[in-house]
């Protein structure tokens, strides 16, 4: 049974910071769902150059069925942080213990839930500060890993490190 990675998007996500990991996901058999307030609806990257359809509706899911959950970066974690349902779902994954991959600006929504404190990683720049206020140890590297369950980057240059230990993380479990 292959894997499952939620991932919490909506529009004006960056567009590399899905289309990467997630293409990367899928080569390795890994089963990618985009998640938004409605399902067959097409969201729209910042850049315009990707598109995503979206899979399943917040309503209709649960953490449970998840291996992993990926937060790409952009405006998107921001936007979704303002719905409630967003924030408890991540901070159900939390709570999990499941892997959790964060780019960019992903950890917008790990802050909204709690999901921080004490956690060692890595976001872009201009949310720094929001981390360390929330209480997240907070390093400016390519890639941060804490505890094998939780992956930061800071931008798209980071990809290919984000996509590796992501990759790790989930053949391994």
Known sequence: MSKKIAVLITDE???SEFTSPADAYKQAGFEVVTIEKEAGKTVTGKQGEAQV?????ID???PAEFDALLLPGGHSPDSLRGDDRFVAFTKEFVASGKPIFAICHG?????SANGVRGRKMTCVKAIAIDLRNAGADFYDEEVIVDDDRLVTSRTP???PAFNRE???ILQAS
Do not use: G
Not at 53 to 57: G, M
Not at 107 to 111: A, D, G, S, W, Y
């Open 107 to 111: 950890p917008q929504l790990l802050i």
């Open 166 to 168: 992501s990759l790790r």
């Open 157 to 159: 240059d980071d990809l």
């Open 53 to 57: 359809k979206i899979d399943r509706a």
């Open 60 to 62: 209709e899911v649960s």
């Open 13 to 15: 996500f960056e567009d």
